[in-house]
């Protein structure tokens, strides 16, 4: 058994040790079952045959995984037959109850024969609520048959969400109606007999827009509905999915019946445009030095009047800000984001007032009666350690439904969106992106999106003067959303390494970015797995997302950027006051070769984000020692030879860099214990 589980007499991981527990979370719902276990010792057991020269026996093994081919989830319960025998995919009741709690979406869709006659043989599969299917295999001697198998659900296409909703009152005339099925639809069925009827029973015109893959319809009236008038949105019972079944209109489980909904226009317009949320907020003190400014209003604005001149920033005592706006809409809310190229200065304080912003009514903010509110901004600068900036792949976060934590969704799927880039950030490519549905008759809900700990290895942090923070671009669902850590991992006096600590809840009622900050050292801690302290070495875990019912909408799509922790973590930066350089430069650290500690002398010629970091020999980071934005000048900054988590490095040659607006400085050093 030593050399089938571990090695005893070598350092070296055996093959079934690394075919373990200790791999994706895929992979280990496979080892739940016996003979996908099986099949990896017969896999291991005919490579020895081959290595040594041993003729194999014939193999005549049929594998493969059963799985919606809609959503590849794979299927508990299925049951695949041949010649006379069947074999049963796991269950949650027969497998996975022990191990993932009340969450009943799991599984692995495994199945296997063994023993069978070679040649070509019918394989039938079936599952509840699916249809029959049966293909011809071909059984082969010399190795494994493998099949994998996608059933066609027989569930019907049922709406999970509409905007408006039933009975909605207020909505905009010119808004446009949206409409999410569980299931991709039949497009031509889809315009057929889906439309918009008005009060005496006329079809409106307008056009129809299909995305998530047929699953969601935004249907654009050609003219401005009229105000205060009742509409009826009809999903006719002829529609049908991609695989021809007709819609479930009343959620029954039967397809053939139509929905209507209902919905009635707001009345006649006379009111400006109210700022629902505001970021920072009024007399708030942010730390971002590289903030977005956030005024989220509660109906969409004439674009027109997005302007310089309406939309104002500028330092108190002091003059206007050079700044940017972007203009954002999702639904019928807006959003104005003010971008400083140049970034805030730390200790200061700013204004920001808004007036002339009207409607697409032309309701406008007075200028008698602007909106005004100040902020300020941290008087120090800390470092910012980047932990992911999603540029180009989310390739270290889990899908939600890869947690067992996740409960309550029909979907939901997390990837890389090149088409949202935040311009503050620097290198930005694009952002990730969530999008949920949440499953209106569950019990509970909760997303729980985790990254990876090793790909790279994440930093670690203790509370003081410590704070998470990502740029979060909101929906205004009213969907809940906060942070989880992994607390005391050098082993807490209280609790076990793995204990999980999570920040308040904030509710996304915003629309475009904004910053979401956890101040470790004065925020209040909430309530999941863990005692509700932060009493040791944290690094972190997760992003989570919770549903309120009639609070929160049942679906929407949030976007992530810059995931980062701030604050006071690494040595301070000493500037010369007698210097003022007008280029980049990297001097020589001194002492070199040095034991146990070097200084760093850089020179900034302009104002810019700037970064130094220490690099071994293969070029990889070892210590952040700068991350911020810094004015001209000569600073100063020393390293004691450790990495980011504080462990001592290896004796040996290494590099520091500096990179600031396209500059990139390299020097070497030597480290001698």
Known sequence: SAGVGVLRETTMPATLSEGGFNTN??????????????????????????????????????????????????????????????????????????????????????????????????????????????????????????????????????????????NQVGVLPNAALTLNFSRPIDRPSGEAYIYLLDPVGSRVPGSYTWSNNSRTLLFKPSSTLLMDTTYRLVVGSQVRDLYNHFFDGNGDGVGGDSLVITFRTRTA???????????????????????????????????????????????????????????FQVGSKSAINIYV????????????????????????????????????????????????????????????????????????????????????LRYNEGAARLRYYWRRNSNDWLIHEYRTVDNPPLYTWRKDDARLQVYLFGDASGTLFRFAVDDSIDASPTGPADTHEVSQWVKVDWVGWRSVEWDFANDPVGSW?????????????????????????????????????????????????????????????????????????????????????????????????VSREHLPGRYTVAWDARDDNQNSVASGLYFYRLRAKGVNLINKMLYLK
């Not at 909106?371 to 910012?384: D, K, M």
């Not at 792949?393 to 889990?398: H, Q």
Request: charged content about 15%; cysteine-free; aromatic content about 10%.
């Open 341 to 424: 190229p140049s970034g805030f200065f730390p200790g200061r304080s700013y204004r920001v007032r808004v007036s002339g912003v009207s409607d697409q009514n032309g309701n406008a903010i007075s200028s008698t009666a602007p909106v005004i509110w100040e902020f300020s901004v941290l008087p120090r600068t800390g470092v910012s350690r980047s932990i992911d900036e999603f540029d180009g792949s989310v390739a270290n976060w889990w899908q939600p439904g890869m947690s067992t934590s996740t409960i309550g969704i029909d979907s939901a799927s997390f990837d890389f969106d090149s088409s949202l880039v935040l311009s503050v």
């Open 25 to 166: 979370p895929r992979q280990n719902l496979l080892n739940m079952n016996m003979e996908s276990k099986r099949t990896e010792g017969k896999a291991i057991w005919l490579a020895m045959l081959g290595h040594f020269g041993v003729v194999r026996p014939p193999v005549r093994t049929l594998i493969g995984i059963i799985s919606d081919v809609e959503t590849n989830a794979p299927i508990n319960g299925a049951v695949a037959s041949i010649s006379g025998r069947t074999y049963r995919t796991n269950t949650y009741e027969d497998t996975f109850r022990p191990y993932v709690g009340s969450d009943t979406a799991l599984g692995n869709g495994f199945y296997y024969f063994e023993n069978l006659t070679a040649g070509v043989q019918t394989v039938t599969f079936t599952a509840p609520g699916y249809a029959d299917t049966s293909v011809q295999v071909s059984v082969v001697d010399t190795f494994f048959t493998f099949q994998d198998i996608g059933l066609v659900s027989g569930i019907p296409p049922r709406l999970l969400s509409s905007s408006p909703t039933q």
């Open 269 to 327: 317009d006379v009111k400006p445009p109210e700022i629902i949320a505001m970021y920072p907020a009024p007399n708030s003190v942010a730390s971002y030095l590289s903030l977005v400014i956030n005024i989220t209003f509660n109906e969409p604005l004439d674009t027109n009047t997005v302007t310089l001149g309406n939309v104002g920033l500028q330092e108190v005592g002091g003059s206007l800000v050079s700044r940017e706006l972007k203009y």
């Open 529 to 625: 797995t863990g005692n509700g302290k932060l009493e040791g070495l944290m690094r972190f875990n997760s992003f989570q997302l919770k549903y309120v019912p009639d609070s929160s909408a049942i679906s929407g799509t949030l976007y992530f950027d810059g995931l980062r922790i701030f604050g006071f973590l690494g040595p301070d930066v000493v500037v010369d006051p007698n210097v003022l350089p007008s280029s980049y430069s990297l001097h020589q650290n001194y002492p070199n070769p040095f034991n146990p500690e070097t200084k760093i002398t850089y020179d900034v010629g302009s104002r810019a984000f700037v970064s130094v970091e220490v690099l071994n020999l293969l070029g990889r980071r070892v210590r952040t020692l």
